[in-house]
């Protein structure tokens, strides 16, 4: 059996110091409607502010970030937005 599921696109964002959060907000509401889950490929080390920025809310949340090679992965997931609880509050 095989894994027909294609890999997410990724996005090399590594480059970028000032204004990645906004960036990153651009490729994620621009993307087509099919899409489901995109990567970035981050500087290392900015783990903590991109878990701050991308907490909660939202129609991308995310998911994980990966240690790489010089560099790191975050993975996104697109989600329907609740309208009971259009933060995300209920899944902490």
Known sequence: MTDTTPAPEIIDV???????????QTHLEGSEPEVTTLEFKIRQGIETELWNAFGTGGEWILVKIRNDLFHDIASFEKVE????DPLGLMDF
């Open 14 to 24: 590594q480059h970028v110091t000032c204004g990645l959060v906004p960036l990153m």
């Open 81 to 84: 937005i609740s309208e009971l």
